[in-house]
């Protein structure tokens, strides 16, 4: 089967946009999807955002999971039905062949033979089961991976992103100090400590600046004050 192009980004906004119009669309696999048979169909879902990476959800047919692939991974271009392979002709009849009568030799006196010993059975082979094709997409229902990370630039400003499988479901966003404190302490003592570190650092590099400020205040209020003010 010749390989499939796949969706354009004009394919992707006429597919939801029929989406929208309350239109469940059809696809079909290309040769580049994971785990899937070339030209197998399956039914559009939903679009996921931002549009990076397996963004476009499907329910392949005869299947009730929820998968999500690239636009590369899928087409509109419907595989040509399949041929039927031709039934080979019957073979011709064989001649029938003429029967030789064989007399049997018969032995002055018997001869004892011993019966042929049985052959073992053949142990039986135990078939491998195949390993199923990996899918980064899970199936409905399973809970995906989520990822938290917590970062600070070392003056007192932190931000939490938080990534759902290889979606980012919230973008780096500021959390208060204080926050991260109460938070670190319901984790662990290792987890507790380095954070009580940074937080420490802060603190002193803000009371230094503090400090400064103080001493830069106190001279000009002495500079006006000598002018006369």
């Known amino acids: ?40 169909s399956a039914k559009l879902l939903a679009f996921t955002e931002p549009q990076e990476g397996d963004f476009i959800q499907v329910r392949p047919t005869g299947s009730k999971d929820e998968m999500s692939f690239s636009p590369a991974e899928l087409t509109l271009e419907k595989p040509p039905p399949r041929k039927k392979p031709a039934t080979p002709p ?8 003429e029967t030789e009568i064989i007399h049997p030799y018969v032995p002055e006196a018997p001869v004892k033979t011993e019966a042929p010993k049985p052959k073992p059975a053949p142990a039986p082979v135990e078939a491998a089961a195949p390993k199923p094709a990996a899918r980064k ?46 938070a670190a302490k319901l ?16 603190r002193a590099q803000q009371l230094a600046r503090v400090e400064q400020l103080r001493a830069e205040l106190e001279a000009a209020q002495k500079a006006l004050d000598d002018l006369g003010a």
């Open 90 to 97: 019957p073979a011709p009849p064989e001649p029938p062949r």
């Open 1 to 40: 089967m010749a390989k499939k192009s796949g969706l354009s980004a004009e394919d992707v906004d006429s597919l939801r946009s029929q989406l929208n119009d309350g239109t469940q669309p059809m696809v079909w696999f290309t040769a580049a999807a994971v785990g899937m048979e070339a030209g197998r």
């Open 137 to 182: 997409a899970s199936a409905k229902g399973s809970t995906p991976e989520v990822t938290v990370t917590l970062v600070t630039t070392g003056e007192g400003e932190w931000t939490v992103e938080v990534l759902q499988g290889s979606r980012r479901a919230v973008r780096p966003t500021p959390v208060p100090p204080a926050a991260v404190a109460q």
């Open 187 to 202: 984790l662990t003592p290792e987890v507790a400590e380095i954070v009580e570190g940074v937080l420490n650092a802060a």
